[in-house]
């Protein structure tokens, strides 16, 4: 039985931030870090010494002192990677959003189940410490039963955001633009919450950028529990506003923004809870809105994976469940280039 997994890093970009939490980890060693761009692998070569570093992944993936490799290369070749890796013998934790089509995402998860490696992916807002009230006051009921959720991603990139990489804001390597790449994580979040979707009615326009995709979307998202959603999203809100996640159910009100607890009125609750729980919440995910580099919350994840290779059990987020996501913000573009509803099976 190992005592540390050897963990490697594809794409350093945000991969970066699974670098940092593999070296820092105490149960695993960082043993490679592979990108197309010799200057990240040099930088990265000084920042972790005895790191190796690699031009070519297939290279990198015959390495035997690889047991997990962090897919952090742009979404639309996540599938193609991860599946590649799994082939090799080696687990993967892999970058939101699992892959860019329901298709692509499914194969991840059948090499998983081929091989019998361990397939993990990043949602890692699921982790904000405002999550485990908001889920008990809906999954125990004191909530009452949830109506309505109004969901909104008002955040800011520039120009040179999307230009920087040329893969951002394209459909064939982003799979669409602020709903596919920024507001993902919250349509995870608000499936979590809310439960299984039953049709989403949408619209998407370009406002303020030169992509091909697009920076704004607006739903209208029905529940099989017959709760009703509202969803927005956009790149364009300057200069980076709020992660709104506001719940509405019938004993109770709860609103937030990213991490932070802004309002919490349930029916019969001790008089001072909300101003204890308003205290407790108060995070600052919200940088997320403004800066693409303060996405953080990766460390968790991370040392979910290495926990889930060593202790020999399922990772947090399996690719089934990262699937939901794609296949609602998939959903949203059809319904926008279409004009009609998209109704779910
Ligand atoms: N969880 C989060 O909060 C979060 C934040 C940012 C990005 N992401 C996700 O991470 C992924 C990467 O995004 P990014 O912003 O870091 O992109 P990026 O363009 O900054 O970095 C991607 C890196 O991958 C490298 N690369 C591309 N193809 C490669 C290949 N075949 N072999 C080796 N290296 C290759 C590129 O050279 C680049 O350095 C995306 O899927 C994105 O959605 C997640």
Redesign the pocket.
Known sequence: MKEKVGYAV??????VNHADAAAKSARADLVAV????QE?LDKAAEKYPGVLTYLD?DEMLKNPDIDVVSI????G??AD?AVRALEAGKHVLV???IDITVDAAMRIEEARVRTGMKAGV?H?NRNNADMAPILDAVRSGRIGDLYYGDFEVKWFRTQEYYD??G?RGTWEMDGGGSLM?QAV?TVDLMQWIMGDVKSVTSKMNIYNHKISTEDFTASIVEFKSGAIATFVSTTCAYPGLNTGIKIYGTKGSIEANGDTLEMWKIEGAPEDEEEKMLADYSGNSAA?ALD?TL?TG?ASMVEDMIAAVLDDRDPQILPLEAIKSVRIVNAVYESARTGKPVIFD
């Open positions: 594809v794409g350093l970009g945000v991969g592979c990108d197309l761009i990240k992944f952090c290369v742009p979404s070749m996540h990677l970058e939101k959003p990043i890692q920087n990489g893969w790449n994580h997320a693409p996405c990766h």
